[in-house]
């Protein structure tokens, strides 16, 4: 079993729509990122939470500690959101950095 | 800019060659990771090192090594190439800092098809 799961695994939208992609964890963890993957390939980090909520322009991250889930919302989704988002988890007690990933959630916005 | 390159954006070997991918960063970090990402299954991470000639397996070892002889280089070896390491590989590095938020800068990937 994946320490991380995201769902969905696809997702499409109309451009405008208001989207969520969810992500549970089953372990304890010092920091939960949310990254993004664009069509060949390069991976960019959007956020890193260990607590509450982060906005950055259309995008927001919040995080519940207590119930092992996040959530990556993207208001008013636009063509150029299509990418595959990735939530990925490091451990508490974790003193290399190494992160759990999941399997990701491709999404694609339709103009 | 901070910077992670990989040798390739593409490759294609035949089975039973040996494999280099080279990955090279610019920001001085300690820690580096080689992954492969497969449809479906996400990224799994492959071997890591957390400083010169010190390396770590993850979670799928088999059929790869690893060599760091830099701070700044991680090489990834197929010693015998087969058709199921047909994968998208990515490397990343992060900073080494103890009880703190050290995010991994990835590069852009190596796409390799082994026929």
């Known amino acids: 079993k994946n320490e991380v799961e995201q769902s969905p695994q696809n997702l499409t939208a109309q451009e405008g729509e208001f989207i969520t992609i969810n992500c549970s964890y089953s372990v304890g963890i010092s920091a939960l990122h949310w990254l993004q993957q664009h069509p060949g390939g390069g991976i960019v980090s959007l956020f890193m939470?260990?607590?509450g909520k982060k906005k950055h322009g259309r995008l927001i991250a919040t995080i519940n500690i207590q119930e092992k889930h996040s959530s990556l919302h993207i208001t008013a989704s636009h063509p150029r959101d299509s990418a595959v988002y990735i939530c990925?988890?490091?451990?508490?007690?974790?003193?290399?950095?190494?992160?759990?990933f999941g399997r990701g959630t491709q999404l694609t916005v339709w103009p | 800019d901070v910077k992670v390159t990989q040798s390739s954006r593409y490759l294609v070997k035949r089975t039973g060659e040996k494999v280099f991918l080279e990955c090279v960063q610019d920001?001085?970090?300690?820690?580096m990771f080689w992954y492969r990402q497969d449809p479906g299954l996400g990224l799994r991470l492959i071997y890591f090192s957390y400083d010169v000639k010190m390396k770590e397996k993850g979670d799928i070892p088999e059929g790869y090594s690893v060599s760091r002889e830099k701070k700044e280089r991680f090489s990834l070896i197929l010693e015998s190439a087969s058709t199921n390491q047909t994968s998208m590989y990515l490397c990343a590095s992060s900073l080494f800092r103890l009880n703190s938020y050290n995010e991994q800068f990835f590069g852009p990937g190596t796409r390799l098809t082994v026929l």
């Open positions: 990925a988890v490091r451990g508490r007690g974790s003193t290399l950095g190494r992160l759990y």
């Open positions: 939470l260990s607590s």
């Open positions: 920001m001085d970090h300690e820690n």
